[in-house]
């Protein structure tokens, strides 16, 4: 059994950033294929990012790609999100995932919500503009 707490939501203006913090409890977090989701009031959950467990393969939405970067730290069992020029299109709850990695599958393998079993309460993300 893995928990996930995210935290470092808030509410910025456009243009701004903010970094979203993961942390895990549990056992063997470094093995877990880690990815953030968002959703947004009346719309599915989305996919934003991830990184595999080894942490060289990141994959990421277009959307986002160029203004986020995902990271984490096996050693502190934690994933960040850091999120820059953030625009109003970004307010979303973020949530914090975590998959079993197949093998050594590049990031770009694990996209959809079924492809993680453990997911965080969730954090507010609100962008003004």
């Known amino acids: 059994q893995v928990q996930l707490v995210e935290s470092g939501g808030g509410l910025v203006q456009a243009g701004g950033s903010l970094r979203l913090s993961c942390a895990a409890s549990?056992?063997?977090?470094?093995?877990?294929?880690m990815g953030w989701f968002r959703q947004a009031p009346g719309k599915e959950r989305e996919f934003v990012t991830n990184i595999v467990w080894y942490g060289s393969s990141t994959f990421y939405a277009d959307s986002v790609k160029g203004r986020f970067t995902i990271s984490r730290d096996n050693a502190k069992s934690t994933v960040y999100l850091q999120m820059n020029s953030l625009k109003p299109e970004d307010t979303a709850v973020y949530y914090c995932a975590a998959g079993l990695s197949r093998g050594w599958r590049s990031s770009s393998y694990y996209v959809q919500p079924d492809d993680y079993v453990y997911w965080g309460q969730g954090t507010q993300v609100t962008v003004s503009s």
């Open positions: 549990g056992r063997s977090f470094s093995s877990y294929v």
